[in-house]
């Protein structure tokens, strides 16, 4: 039964040519919009996460977690080349394994854009908070900008830019691909900027002890580190919207993680150099180190901070922080300003890949068809909108950014693993039908997917990784109670409903 309902490639393109959806976008949008997704709360505040699990090791974790997300992107890249239509992996799999397993995909991926969403929504409170203080002297109370994980009560900015990005998102999608572009090329120079007075400054001395929590540092730091570098694939999700798909898809997956790969490891390199360095802190007479995110590691970054020492791992503008350290406080507030700016675009991007994919499952008869109704004036699927961005102002103003990075890849590592089994079960199956852009070695490429997602998950915290199963375990229930009476292919099917 868990491979049933297969829907075919013919009936998915042509369901999608009656979309409702425009198709505005082209290969540079594309590319705008990988890269507006991509570089986010992860490299602009995860750094000192990823150094409190690895230390200067955390170079090897970039790298992991690069080297896992390349791969699945040349398997993204085939099926979004081939099946250029909304939905992303969700869609995919319906066309390679079946509903059931595409309605698990499909929900896993509320975990990874609805949650990617907050992850950066709370990034976003860390600069504005920072900023606030640098140019106007406003300290906020420590209980309205942590939620209570993070020894607060709720964190109101991270609400606040939830919902502002939501009715933004609602006017439409060419006004905010437009504001996504430009705060895109502002983000990159901030951090071009960054690399240029960082670089120059590094002690190699700082690179010693290199590994200071061993493997288990390195692999736990690439799990997480891995959320700098998701929503590449949202440039998939809009493959309705996107003029010329089969050229411009693989175009925009593949150039988008080129250039954020690159600028990754030479910020990583700087972070570590610089003149406090990346070690992670550990608890005092034991080789643990405190977990990021918790509260014990705020209470001793209070206490070091009370002393007026501050290392990088406590800092939640981490980027700003390092220029500061190294002598610049004017560029360290230009580049918070621009992170405070420019973050916002990539909450956009994840809202926007999480609508379009409910959308999807909506007009598939899986979920109510009121969520696929596209609002008369604005052209966008109002109603989902609403409800996503409710969601993620929700889990933004609860969760710490490091425990919602974790949660939100858990759902991504399991999308991108049926990703890349999709990929050779087509090339099998349907081996004639017209692939604009192959996987190179398909199989090696694949299997490194599917190994690199299950040893990443398999490093994750162990809350995390139980989120994962629960999750869908309830989505489980709602398919076989509602979804799987209501889906149009198994209408079809059963006859009820012409094909
Ligand atoms: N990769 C995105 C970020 O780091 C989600 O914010």
């Not at 918790?294 to 800092?315: F, Y």
Request: charge should be neutral; glycine fraction near 10%; charged fraction near 10%.
């Amino acid at each position: 039964m868990i491979f049933s309902r297969v829907k075919s490639l013919d009936r998915i393109l042509e369901s999608a040519r009656h979309n409702g959806l425009q198709g505005k976008l082209g290969a540079i949008d594309l590319i705008l919009l990988g890269i507006g997704s991509v570089i986010g709360t992860g490299i602009f505040v995860l750094t000192s996460e990823a150094a409190q699990k690895a230390g200067p090791a955390m170079m090897i974790s970039f790298v992991i977690a690069g080297i896992v997300c390349g791969v699945a992107a040349l398997c993204y890249a085939e099926l979004a080349s081939m099946v250029p239509v909304s939905g992303s992996a969700y869609t995919y799999t319906y066309a390679t394994v079946g509903e059931p397993l595409a309605w698990m995909v499909g929900w896993a991926l509320v975990l990874e854009y609805a949650i990617a969403g907050s992850a950066v929504a709370v990034g976003w409170s860390g600069y504005f908070v920072g900023q606030l203080q640098q140019w106007l002297g406003i300290t906020l109370p420590e209980a309205l900008v942590n939620g209570p994980y993070a020894g607060g009560f709720v964190n109101l900015p991270a609400m606040f830019i939830s919902l502002v990005v939501t009715g933004l998102l609602l006017i439409g999608t060419t006004e905010s691909a437009r504001v996504n572009a430009v705060l895109v090329i502002v983000k990159i120079a901030a951090l071009l900027l960054f690399i240029v007075l960082a670089i120059p400054a590094m002690n190699s001395a700082n690179f010693h002890p290199f590994m200071p929590t061993g493997l288990g540092g390195i692999t736990g730091a690439a799990a997480s580190i891995f959320f700098a570098y998701i929503g590449f694939d949202a440039v998939s999700t809009a493959a309705e919207e996107t003029r010329d798909p089969q050229r411009t898809m693989p175009i925009g997956l593949i150039g988008s993680l080129l250039v954020c790969t690159v600028l990754y490891l030479l910020v990583a390199a700087g972070s570590i150099g610089f003149p406090l360095g990346a070690q992670p802190l550990f608890m005092p007479g034991t080789d643990h180190v405190y977990i990021p995110g918790s509260i014990e590691l705020h209470e001793r970054c209070q206490a070091i901070a009370a002393v007026g020492k501050n290392p990088l791992v406590c800092s939640n503008e981490t980027l700003a922080y390092i220029l500061r350290v190294l002598g610049h406080p004017h560029v360290a507030n230009l580049l918070g300003l621009v992170a405070m700016l420019s973050l916002p675009s990539v909450i956009l991007m994840m809202i926007y890949g999480q609508t379009r994919i409910f959308f999807v499952m909506a007009r598939d008869g899986l979920l109510p068809p009121a969520l696929a109704r596209i609002h008369p004036r604005w052209k966008t699927p109002h109603l989902v909108t609403w409800i996503t961005g409710g969601i993620i102002t929700v889990a933004a103003a609860l969760l710490p950014v490091g425990k919602l990075a974790d949660i939100s890849n858990s759902g991504t590592l399991f999308a991108f693993v049926m990703v890349a089994i999709g990929v050779v079960i087509l090339r099998y199956r349907e081996p004639d039908r017209p692939r604009p852009f192959r996987t190179p070695m398909v199989l090696p490429v694949a299997g490194l997917t599917v190994i690199g997602c299950v040893g990443l998950y398999v490093s994750l915290p162990r809350d995390a990784m139980l989120v994962f199963p629960i999750w869908s375990a309830i989505g489980l229930v709602i398919y076989f109670g509602y979804s799987r009476q209501a889906s149009l292919v198994g209408k079809v099917a059963d006859g009820t409903t012409p094909p």
